[in-house]
């Protein structure tokens, strides 16, 4: 059973920063794309950010791009999500997802999501 454990949620006042991990029980190399979605109050789930894990080509959601960088550490199996100049829009359950499929699918479409994280929640105050 493969697991991906998301942490470094939290709450931050409009402007701030925070950021997430997703440590993965499995080689983050044994999947081709890395993401993150979120779901925010009364919305369906997003995709926001995606990595290729060979190679380190990376895809991002219009409404975070300049704001959110993905990036990965391949030796640690960990993802991380690097959050700045986060709007009240931004609050959302945050999930760690993995996908044996190119990654410009996977961040336009959920059902590519292979395996899935808990969430984190991040709030954003204004």
């Known amino acids: 059973q493969v697991q991906l454990v998301e942490s470094g949620g939290g709450s931050v006042q409009a402007g701030g920063s925070l950021r997430l991990s997703c440590a993965s029980s499995?080689?983050?190399?044994?999947?081709?794309?890395m993401a993150w979605f979120r779901q925010g109050p009364g919305k369906e789930r997003e995709g926001v950010a995606a990595?290729?894990?060979?190679?380190?080509?990376?895809f991002y959601a219009d409404s975070v791009k300049g704001r959110f960088t993905i990036s990965q550490d391949n030796a640690a199996n960990t993802v991380y999500l690097q959050m700045n100049s986060l709007k009240p829009e931004d609050t959302a359950m945050y999930y760690c997802?993995?996908?044996?499929?190119?990654?410009?699918?996977?961040?336009?479409?959920?059902?590519?999501?292979?395996?899935w994280g808990q969430g984190t929640q991040v709030t954003v105050s204004s």
């Open positions: 990595i290729v894990t060979s190679g380190g080509g990376t």
């Open positions: 997802a993995a996908s044996y499929v190119a990654c410009e699918n996977v961040i336009t479409d959920s059902d590519y999501v292979a395996d």
């Open positions: 499995r080689y983050t190399a044994s999947y081709y794309c």
